[in-house]
């Protein structure tokens, strides 16, 4: 790239789009097509350069100005001016001559051409005049800082700096990696609500010196490149960029619908507060933050909710509290008329307040609900209800603020009258009409629900949501745990009378001894007596414990919050509380036992370091556990919330005072809410409700016993006086004078080590979590939510599976065939490896769309659903079922890539340790010998979970191949007859392979034994990660294509001679072929031909994979022989692939344009000149070449699959025939270099020699 920048676009007058850029040739995808030096753009760098040199008082006059409200960019506005009154003699004179003298932003519209906005839902003509009125406050502030006099001197009246502001507004973009700019030729381009038809910007990664547009697919001579400017509603692009799309054909136009509730201190009574409180945890995940760069591909829709949520200074102020308001706003848009956060937060208002207090005491309900599941039929029908009134009122607002119909007529009329007034008008008119369809379907959305909702046909959320909302005691404080555990309790107690307890005090069954094997206890609890299973061992009444929002309830600890300890997160209340009460005492007078339970467990942490106390280096031996990760983001969480914290306590007198003599400091809330996390234990309640506590004697005096029977050692439950209790009970027979041995939870030993600070040996409940996402569609939308078979809720035990994000119906319906994304997370543990949830979606997502018809029809006629076929276990198809295995193998190998290979070699020692009965042995982390010995356990168990599943996947998989191979000889053969390029190859090979189907399976088995030969098992230590064994693998496969199509001899194991270099194109190329070919040889085997379907689907796929990287794959030995003659000129290495490989390895490599003829001694390299075979590149090079030695990368007459099919030309693709008579009319051929070979392909390097007058090759 040249330093003064590359051009291939120049600015065009399109009649329908205006001024915009054009091909000045033809473009391939990928290619640069426009590049501007950073030197020559507008930045805000450049600015206060230029004003500090030349006017620095009107630098300093603008730092001191206030932010403004609607012209954002004074300083650069100024500048622009200060440059265009310089006029010829400003750098920038050129491009400030082709800026619109004009624009088109309604903040320039008259009166009366606002007067068309009239009509908007959205208020756009409310929200116009606002702008203008604040742009006018912003520039009277301008002038009062600045002076008339010095303005008028720099030539900045109102409208001129209107306009500098405007060409900015309208033309500042976001770089990755750079400051906001505006760069010549770059604000040519016109927008595009689809990117993938454009081009994307920023800046060039070899120079960091240019902004470059990169075009996405190939444009011919004279077209228009376009940009997207990002995913912006009509409104957003009309005051931004002066226009509009058309009705239907922007997809991210909306409208916005507006909820406002009381928030914090403003809520009236705790069911408000709940109701906000819910309303908010329901829309969160929607309202993932949308900052994306311009230029970039979108991946998906905006947001459907924004959320404005009170400032911390705004809760804590005394003024406005009673107006402070959670506003959501809604985004209706044609392709998500009714998002599913809206239909939440409608149900969420019409719900009972004891409704909303026992949906927040079931975490399975509310997380349906947010879901987008309906709650009643009766809820569905008010929620409707409520909808069509605000849509109503919506609809109405525009309605009503419209001129009368003769008005605007005539406004057209005269705004017609000139070019400008009729741009605007059809602007307004695109706006207003756009919003109105999205009403239009938004109420059609409403109408569906409401059919549903009238004809009953909605199930209950859950049925016990009506029965549990009676046990709920009113006054129980909302979203409290304390008060869940009171409500739970009451239930429990209410059911008979046989539910009540007997206080156990400590001693009775269990009593302290001496423990020297517990680091920095020196005691623990033992049994005073033998303990049968279920006997309750202790109980402590609830109020001396520590829950997970206590903080709450201490009178001393509120007044030091005040109101802020709305703004608290709730996890950091049960460390806040331990913290305080440690360092300033408490107004409670039964906390002493829970202090000096929190005081020995803070002793034993000290002794037995956490995860997060460990010293870097000993971390790093997690590497590619996610526990890395975790510990990452705990420590991220602890700074924010310690931050909130340190804000809150500083607004009051006592805050400051406990700030001040350190009882409340970082450090001391650091160590609290470690205490916090190594105590608190998962209590089960009534119903399976589960909420932690931290109980005395519990986690600071019991052992840890994973292998015990499955249940909760720890219950709330109430006395007969009606005080509730945590219950500690035996969950299996103890021997007296025995240690207490109690679960703490079903945590893995990378939890325990990040938590509590000591892991087990064995634990039987290690795992590795692995994240999938499959894309469903309309059709297999359902099939997915139902597949995974179903599994009891206990929500104090880990679930196997879980629904992470689910798409709504219609984000399917939108989505396509492409599908829209299902994310689910599944525990994987060498017990359990390939769970069924995870092998279920695989199979659903490799379905063909004629696959999924055939399967849907066949269970149809047995009357069975898809879904329920798939949570059966039972393998939908062969070939299916060979695409999910192979997917799941190839999960476990991707990340095991992530662990280091100590890891691995971990991994692979111990896959599983065993256990003789007994209880397991405690790993603390005192040492940094013990400290090892934790990071092996953590890493060890997840490793070798990873190499179970890859394992039994490719158990499976070849269980299956060699099924293939048993039944080949009595299954019929198919007819595979069409019009393609393969099916000739079909047709044409088919009769000498029926006359040898026995060597088929002699032959299929040898190649299937190569494959076993090539890639080493999965659960060895090098797993498939050597790329010589994928190449071998590849090689086998791929020469398995000309022998099954008859063009090549039978293939065997051959070593191959050239292995492949080791950059990311060469792996993925073995990766596509070695999963291709072995899919093929298992399809032949199981029915003696190949589907169409899928050898067409790989043939598409690798002309993609090709124009993305490089037509052909370099290999070693070809690289080597290129670097031997000598220095080179490269043509045609389009995306610069060869020519990174052979600069890497030394060679002297320079690229050569198409036009340029090497006479400085250069070896000419020609790499695809004529794509399909046709054109006249390659000629012209060749005759524009005057050295000795040329060398081709592509296909050549007399060694492609042409020559024994119609269907393909017997030249190849890769040179015309002209060029390649030219070149063996002029050159000898030295030398021939196989190339590893994409399917139907065979590339070769072939060296050539010039002739000498009579025929002979030059020497």
């Known amino acids: 790239m040249a330093d003064d920048g590359v051009a291939a676009v120049e600015p065009f007058d399109f009649p329908e789009t205006g001024r915009g850029q054009r091909t000045v040739r033809a473009i391939r995808a990928g290619e640069t097509v426009l590049a501007v030096p950073l030197d020559e753009c507008w930045t805000v760098s450049a600015a206060r350069a230029a004003l500090g040199q030349a006017h620095a008082p009107v630098l300093a006059a603008l730092d001191r100005l206030p932010a403004p409200r609607v012209l954002k960019t004074p300083l650069l506005a100024l500048h622009l001016l200060i440059e265009r009154a310089r006029g010829a003699g400003s750098p920038h004179h050129a491009h400030i001559q082709v800026l619109p003298r004009e624009f088109d932003s309604p903040l320039h519209w008259t009166d009366d051409e606002l007067a068309a906005l009239h009509a908007s839902p959205s208020g756009w003509r409310a929200f116009a005049e606002r702008a203008r009125d604040e742009a006018a406050r912003d520039y009277g502030e301008l002038v009062e800082e600045l002076g008339e006099a010095m303005l008028d001197a720099l030539n900045a009246d109102y409208a001129s700096y209107l306009w500098a502001s405007s060409a900015f507004q309208s033309r500042l973009m976001d770089v990755h990696g750079a400051e906001p700019l505006m760069a010549p030729g770059l604000d040519l381009f016109n927008h595009t609500a689809d990117p993938l038809a454009g081009g994307s910007f920023g800046l060039d990664p070899h120079t960091g010196r240019h902004v470059r547009v990169t075009a996405y697919r190939d444009y011919a001579l004279g077209e228009q490149v376009f940009i997207s400017y990002g995913r912006h509603s009509n409104g957003r692009l009309l005051f931004s960029y002066g226009f509009a799309l058309g009705i239907g054909s922007n997809p991210y136009d909306q409208v916005e619908l507006t909820d406002a509730l009381p928030f914090g201190p403003a809520c009236s009574d705790e069911a408000s507060r709940l109701r906000s409180a819910l309303a908010l945890r329901a829309a969160m995940p929607f309202a993932a933050a949308f900052d994306e760069p311009h230029g970039s591909a979108p991946s998906g829709a905006p947001p459907p909710v924004a959320l404005d949520i009170p400032s911390v200074s705004e809760l804590v102020s005394d003024d406005e509290r009673r107006a402070m308001r959670l506003v959501l706003r809604h985004a209706l848009s044609l392709a998500a008329p009714l998002p599913t956060p809206l239909l939440v937060s409608a149900r969420l208002a019409q719900l009972t307040d004891a409704e909303l207090r026992a949906l927040n005491a079931m975490p399975a309900a509310f997380d349906a609900l947010t879901r987008g599941m309906p709650v009643s039929t009766a809820n569905e029908r008010a929620a409707v209800d409520s909808l069509r009134a605000q849509l109503g009122a919506l609809a109405q607002r525009g309605s009503t603020r419209a001129a009368p119909v003769a008005a605007v007529a005539a406004i057209a009329a005269t705004a017609a009258e000139s070019a400008r007034g009729a741009r605007r008008a059809a602007a307004a008119r695109l706006l207003v009409g756009g919003e109105r369809s999205i009403l239009a379907a938004t109420t059609r959305a409403l109408d569906a629900k409401a059919a549903a909702a009238a004809s009953a046909s909605i199930s209950p959320l859950l049925p016990q949501l009506g029965a549990a909302s009676a046990h709920l005691p009113p006054a129980a404080p909302a979203g409290s745990s304390r008060a869940l555990a009171l409500a739970a309790a009451s239930a429990s107690a209410s059911a008979s009378a046989s539910a009540y307890i007997e206080h156990v005090p400590l001693g009775r069954a269990a009593e302290w001894a001496d423990a020297p094997k517990?680091?920095?206890?020196?005691?623990?609890?033992?049994?005073?007596?033998?303990?049968?299973?279920?006997?309750?061992?202790?109980?402590?009444?609830?109020?001396?414990?520590?829950?997970?929002?206590?903080?709450?309830?201490?009178?001393?600890?509120?007044?030091?919050?005040?109101?802020?300890?709305?703004?608290?997160?709730?996890?950091?209340?049960?460390?806040?509380?331990?913290?305080?009460?440690?360092?300033?005492?408490?107004?409670?007078?039964?906390?002493?036992?829970?202090?000096?339970?929190?005081?020995?467990?803070?002793?034993?942490?000290?002794?037995?370091?956490?995860?997060?106390?460990?010293?870097?280096?000993?971390?790093?031996?997690?590497?590619?556990?996610?526990?890395?990760?975790?510990?990452?983001?705990?420590?991220?969480?602890?700074?924010?919330?310690?931050?909130?914290?340190?804000?809150?306590?500083?607004?009051?007198?006592?805050?400051?005072?406990?700030?001040?003599?350190?009882?409340?400091?970082?450090?001391?809330?650091?160590?609290?809410?470690?205490?916090?996390?190594?105590?608190?234990?998962?209590?089960?309640?009534?119903?399976?409700?589960?909420?932690?506590?931290?109980?005395?004697?519990?986690?600071?005096?019991?052992?840890?016993?994973?292998?015990?029977?499955?249940?909760?050692?720890?219950?709330?439950?109430?006395?007969?006086?009606?005080?509730?209790?945590?219950?500690?009970?035996?969950?299996?027979?103890?021997?007296?004078?025995?240690?207490?041995?109690?679960?703490?939870?079903?945590?893995?030993?990378?939890?325990?080590?990040?938590?509590?600070?000591?892991?087990?040996?064995?634990?039987?409940?290690?795992?590795?979590?692995?994240?999938?996402?499959?894309?469903?569609?309309?059709?297999?939308?359902?099939?997915?939510?139902?597949?995974?078979?179903?599994?009891?809720?206990?929500?104090?035990?880990?679930?196997?599976?879980?629904?992470?994000?689910?798409?709504?119906?219609?984000?399917?319906?939108?989505?396509?065939?492409?599908?829209?994304?299902?994310?689910?997370?599944?525990?994987?543990?060498?017990?359990?490896?390939?769970?069924?949830?995870?092998?279920?979606?695989?199979?659903?997502?490799?379905?063909?769309?004629?696959?999924?018809?055939?399967?849907?029809?066949?269970?149809?006629?047995?009357?069975?659903?898809?879904?329920?076929?798939?949570?059966?276990?039972?393998?939908?198809?062969?070939?299916?079922?060979?695409?999910?295995?192979?997917?799941?193998?190839?999960?476990?190998?991707?990340?095991?890539?992530?662990?280091?290979?100590?890891?691995?070699?971990?991994?692979?020692?111990?896959?599983?340790?065993?256990?003789?009965?007994?209880?397991?042995?405690?790993?603390?982390?005192?040492?940094?010998?013990?400290?090892?010995?934790?990071?092996?356990?953590?890493?060890?168990?997840?490793?070798?979970?990873?190499?179970?599943?890859?394992?039994?996947?490719?158990?499976?998989?070849?269980?299956?191949?060699?099924?293939?191979?048993?039944?080949?000889?009595?299954?019929?053969?198919?007819?595979?007859?069409?019009?393609?390029?393969?099916?000739?190859?079909?047709?044409?090979?088919?009769?000498?392979?029926?006359?040898?189907?026995?060597?088929?399976?002699?032959?299929?088995?040898?190649?299937?034994?190569?494959?076993?030969?090539?890639?080493?098992?999965?659960?060895?230590?090098?797993?498939?990660?050597?790329?010589?064994?994928?190449?071998?693998?590849?090689?086998?496969?791929?020469?398995?294509?000309?022998?099954?199509?008859?063009?090549?001899?039978?293939?065997?194991?051959?070593?191959?001679?050239?292995?492949?270099?080791?950059?990311?194109?060469?792996?993925?190329?073995?990766?596509?072929?070695?999963?291709?070919?072995?899919?093929?040889?298992?399809?032949?085997?199981?029915?003696?031909?190949?589907?169409?379907?899928?050898?067409?689907?790989?043939?598409?796929?690798?002309?993609?994979?090709?124009?993305?990287?490089?037509?052909?794959?370099?290999?070693?030995?070809?690289?080597?022989?290129?670097?031997?003659?000598?220095?080179?000129?490269?043509?045609?290495?389009?995306?610069?692939?060869?020519?990174?490989?052979?600069?890497?390895?030394?060679?002297?490599?320079?690229?050569?344009?198409?036009?340029?003829?090497?006479?400085?001694?250069?070896?000419?390299?020609?790499?695809?000149?004529?794509?399909?075979?046709?054109?006249?590149?390659?000629?012209?090079?060749?005759?524009?070449?005057?050295?000795?030695?040329?060398?081709?990368?592509?296909?050549?007459?007399?060694?492609?699959?042409?020559?024994?099919?119609?269907?393909?030309?017997?030249?190849?693709?890769?040179?015309?025939?002209?060029?390649?008579?030219?070149?063996?009319?002029?050159?000898?051929?030295?030398?021939?270099?196989?190339?590893?070979?994409?399917?139907?392909m065979r590339d070769a390097l072939l060296i050539w020699e010039r002739r000498d007058a009579e025929g002979v090759g030059v020497r």
């Not at 299996?732 to 109690?742: F, G, I, N, T």
């Not at 045609?1132 to 002297?1148: H, I």
């Not at 000795?1188 to 007459?1197: D, F, M, Q, S």
Request: contains cysteine; proline residues 6%; aromatic residues 6%.
């Open 518 to 1240: 517990l680091p920095g206890a020196g005691r623990m609890l033992v049994c005073t007596r033998a303990i049968a299973a279920g006997e309750l061992l202790w109980s402590v009444p609830l109020s001396r414990c520590y829950g997970a929002d206590d903080g709450a309830g201490d009178a001393l600890l509120v007044t030091a919050l005040g109101a802020g300890a709305a703004t608290i997160p709730r996890r950091a209340f049960a460390p806040l509380l331990i913290a305080w009460e440690q360092q300033a005492g408490s107004g409670v007078a039964e906390a002493a036992e829970r202090v000096a339970a929190a005081t020995r467990l803070g002793h034993r942490l000290e002794h037995s370091a956490p995860l997060c106390a460990w010293a870097r280096g000993e971390q790093a031996q997690l590497r590619g556990s996610r526990w890395l990760a975790e510990l990452d983001d705990a420590a991220l969480e602890v700074g924010e919330d310690w931050e909130t914290l340190r804000g809150v306590l500083a607004q009051t007198a006592e805050g400051q005072r406990a700030l001040e003599h350190g009882w409340l400091s970082e450090a001391r809330y650091k160590a609290a809410r470690a205490i916090w996390h190594a105590g608190a234990v998962d209590a089960r309640a009534e119903g399976g409700w589960a909420m932690p506590l931290l109980v005395p004697a519990l986690t600071d005096g019991c052992t840890h016993d994973a292998a015990l029977p499955h249940g909760s050692s720890l219950t709330i439950e109430r006395d007969s006086a009606g005080t509730p209790h945590a219950c500690v009970r035996a969950l299996c027979p103890l021997d007296a004078r025995s240690a207490v041995r109690v679960r703490f939870g079903y945590e893995s030993n990378g939890e325990l080590a990040l938590r509590r600070g000591f892991a087990l040996a064995p634990n039987a409940h290690d795992r590795v979590e692995l994240s999938l996402t499959v894309h469903c569609t309309a059709r297999t939308l359902q099939a997915a939510m139902l597949a995974a078979p179903e599994a009891p809720i206990d929500l104090v035990a880990p679930s196997p599976f879980e629904f992470v994000r689910v798409p709504t119906d219609g984000d399917a319906q939108a989505a396509g065939e492409a599908g829209a994304p299902l994310v689910t997370r599944h525990s994987v543990s060498a017990a359990q490896p390939l769970p069924l949830a995870l092998l279920a979606l695989l199979r659903l997502e490799r379905l063909t769309t004629d696959e999924l018809g055939a399967v849907e029809a066949g269970l149809a006629r047995q009357g069975q659903p898809l879904w329920a076929q798939l949570q059966s276990g039972v393998p939908l198809s062969a070939t299916n079922e060979l695409h999910a295995l192979h997917a799941a193998e190839a999960i476990a190998l991707e990340h095991l890539r992530a662990y280091t290979p100590e890891a691995r070699r971990v991994g692979t020692a111990h896959p599983e340790q065993p256990h003789d009965g007994g209880p397991p042995a405690i790993l603390w982390c005192s040492t940094e010998a013990e400290r090892t010995a934790v990071a092996d356990a953590v890493v060890g168990a997840e490793v070798g979970a990873l190499r179970a599943l890859a394992a039994d996947a490719h158990a499976r998989r070849r269980t299956l191949v060699e099924g293939f191979l048993q039944r080949m000889h009595t299954l019929p053969g198919k007819k595979a007859d069409e019009a393609s390029p393969w099916g000739r190859l079909l047709r044409t090979s088919r009769p000498r392979l029926d006359k040898m189907s026995s060597q088929v399976g002699v032959t299929t088995a040898r190649l299937l034994a190569a494959v076993e030969a090539a890639s080493s098992h999965p659960a060895a230590p090098t797993a498939g990660c050597a790329l010589e064994a994928h190449l071998l693998l590849a090689h086998v496969c791929s020469s398995s294509f000309g022998w099954l199509m008859g063009c090549a001899p039978e293939p065997r194991a051959p070593a191959y001679a050239a292995p492949l270099c080791a950059g990311s194109y060469a792996a993925l190329f073995a990766a596509k072929v070695r999963l291709w070919g072995c899919f093929l040889l298992a399809q032949w085997a199981e029915a003696t031909t190949l589907g169409l379907s899928e050898l067409n689907a790989m043939l598409m796929e690798s002309v993609d994979l090709r124009s993305r990287h490089a037509w052909s794959v370099p290999s070693v030995r070809a690289l080597g022989v290129l670097g031997t003659l000598g220095p080179l000129a490269l043509a045609g290495d389009a995306n610069g692939t060869w020519l990174a490989e052979l600069r890497a390895r030394g060679v002297d490599v320079e690229p050569s344009e198409l036009a340029a003829r090497p006479d400085d001694g250069r070896a000419l390299v020609v790499c695809w000149a004529d794509v399909r075979g046709v054109g006249a590149v390659g000629v012209e090079l060749v005759r524009a070449f005057g050295g000795r030695v040329l060398a081709t990368i592509g296909e050549w007459r007399g060694h492609t699959y042409g020559a024994y099919s119609d269907g393909l030309g017997e030249h190849g693709q890769s040179f015309s025939t002209e060029c390649q008579r030219l070149v063996e009319e002029t050159f000898e051929l030295r030398e021939h270099t196989q190339l590893p070979n994409w399917p139907l």
